[in-house]
């Protein structure tokens, strides 16, 4: 259930929100980032990922968010929990710090490898562009936000 703009500000402003992230390895161990659009952490490399709904199962979050974010559905078996993590960001989607609520989200991680005939076209909604990282690069680049070179540690 998506809800409308201002019911999303007064939850944002409210209450953790809880998402998944996905840290996408190739064969050759390299991962997948995207430069965010959209606040929080604009224009830092980032790992795929999205909120889940309300009264959406997670079977079905996994489903939608890799689809949506990947350019094809993946299941929950196909990956593995690395963890539950929080993120603190002092902007939002609605504006920068000190104009618009901060966001507080929830995070599971989870890790999968992409099948050696996965041909990846991600869409361009939520990242302008996409990139694949060697982990020593990601870990000392100033580009690559935090909280995505705390998946790595």
């Keep these: 259930m998506w809800l409308s703009e201002q019911t999303f500000r007064t939850v944002i402003a409210s209450v953790p929100l809880v998402s998944i992230d996905l840290v996408i390895r190739n064969r050759e161990g390299r991962i997948l980032l995207g430069r965010r659009l959209n606040r ?3 224009e830092f490399w980032f790992v795929p990922g999205g909120r889940i709904q309300k009264n959406e199962p997670l079977d079905e979050a996994f489903l939608r968010i890799t689809k949506y974010e990947l350019g ?3 299941t929950r078996r196909q990956a593995r929990l690395m963890g539950v993590y ?3 960001y002092p902007d939002s989607v609605f504006g920068p710090e000190g104009k618009a609520p901060d966001t507080h989200y929830v995070v599971l991680g989870y890790t999968m490898f992409l099948p050696d005939e996965f041909n990846l076209v991600p869409p361009a909604l939520q990242h302008s562009d996409y990139r694949w990282w060697r982990r020593d ?4 680049s100033p580009e690559v936000h935090q909280y995505t070179q705390d998946y790595l540690k």
């Design 40 to 42: 929080p952490a604009q």
């Design 137 to 140: 690069e990601m870990l000392v």
């Design 86 to 88: 929080e993120h603190f």
């Design 72 to 74: 094809q559905s993946f």
